[in-house]
């Protein structure tokens, strides 16, 4: 009988790109209370440097593939 052979694949660091995106998500969020309430410029400026930050981590992301071979 012929061996049949299974190849898998899995993102292992996925957690990492959630936790970007989701630290760029509060840094919105905390963006958007600070435009309500017209903060000063420098903590506007902060706010949006720390937003940029996030989103190169999350566009910069790479991700790491595991792949396995098994046999039947």
Same mark, same amino acid.
């Given at each position: &009988? =012929?061996?049949?052979?299974?190849?898998?694949?899995?993102? %292992?660091?996925?957690?990492?790109?959630?936790?970007?995106? @989701?630290?760029?998500? +509060? $840094?919105?969020?905390?963006? =958007? !209370?600070?435009?309500?309430?017209? !903060?000063?410029?420098?903590? +506007?400026?902060? !706010?949006?440097?720390?937003?940029?930050? &996030?989103?190169?981590? !999350?566009?910069?992301? @790479?991700? $790491?593939?595991?792949?396995?071979? %098994?046999?039947?």
């Amino acid at each position: &009988m =012929k061996k049949r052979y299974y190849v898998s694949e899995r993102i %292992t660091n996925i957690s990492h790109l959630e936790k970007i995106l @989701e630290k760029e998500r +509060l $840094c919105i969020s905390v963006l =958007k !209370a600070q435009l309500k309430k017209n !903060a000063p410029p420098n903590e +506007l400026n902060s !706010a949006l440097e720390q937003l940029e930050e &996030m989103n190169q981590k !999350a566009i910069n992301f @790479e991700f $790491c593939l595991e792949r396995r071979k %098994t046999h039947n």
